[in-house]
């Protein structure tokens, strides 16, 4: 089955700190991956999506590469900032991005989240 | 944005009573709903797709009997936890996934919290 395996947090960094998230998956076939983010008090949020190999997903500052070879999905921000302290997930789905099937397909495995603090 | 919201935010309930929350899609209409369960320190767990007008589809493990699913609008999944016990408490998610659209996004309830006495 699927399965998605994230660095486990929690993670601490001052302002303007590089970040690293990691983030590696088990799956059949070509999932489109994703990152995404909850706010204290809020639900999930999508951060950004890669749909197939070598894409690279961005937004806000983050970015994450689809590496097939190594089954990774990574996500960097470059200089992180204190309204960025949120719990991160990674996740995938069988489904491709672009394509339309039965409800069943839309199935999304997640990893276990990420708890990030970024301290002024 | 799309937005989605559950109701209740929390809940406490006494053990072998039953609790509703709901989830309803705001400004868009969804087909297909999710019901996530998430324990502290881990992952959101799939516990069924919920598809408007038929009946909801259970992961392996999910007491379908228990959790009871019912989606009977474009807007509206209810989940109903049924003489609940102090195991299930945690914390409810649901996701929408507006209808029509050809890609795979959903969009996300802020949680529900529950706790059985």
């Known amino acids: 089955g699927n399965s998605v395996t994230q660095m486990e947090g929690p993670v601490t960094l001052s302002e303007e700190a590089f970040l690293t998230i990691n983030c590696t998956y088990t799956?059949?076939?070509?999932?489109?991956l994703f990152w995404y983010v909850q706010y204290p008090g809020e639900g999930l949020q999508l951060l950004l999506k890669a749909t197939k190999a070598d894409d690279k997903g961005s937004n806000k500052g983050f970015e994450a590469t689809y590496r097939k070879e190594t089954t990774s999905f990574h996500l960097e921000k470059g200089s992180v900032q204190v309204s960025d302290s949120a719990v991160y997930f990674c996740a995938l789905s069988d489904h491709p991005w672009g394509g339309i099937s039965g409800g069943s397909n839309y199935k999304l495995t997640f990893g276990k989240g990420t708890l990030l603090t970024v301290n002024p | 944005g799309a937005v989605v919201s559950q109701h209740p935010s929390w809940v406490i309930c006494k053990s072998g009573t039953s609790v509703k929350i709901e989830c309803r899609s705001l400004?868009?209409?969804?087909?297909?709903m999710f019901w996530y369960r998430q324990f502290p320190k881990q992952s959101l767990m799939l516990m069924a797709t919920?598809?408007?007008?038929?009946?909801?589809?259970?992961e392996q493990g999910v007491e379908k009997d228990k959790f009871l699913i019912n989606h009977a609008s474009l807007t509206l999944s209810t989940l109903t936890v049924t003489s609940a016990h102090p195991e299930d408490s945690s914390f409810y998610i649901c996701s929408a996934r507006p209808s029509g659209v050809s890609y795979n996004e959903q969009f996300f309830g802020p949680g529900t919290r529950l706790t059985v006495l």
């Open positions: 919920s598809n408007e007008g038929s009946k909801a589809t259970y």
């Open positions: 799956a059949t076939g070509y999932p489109s």
């Open positions: 400004d868009f209409q969804a087909t297909t």
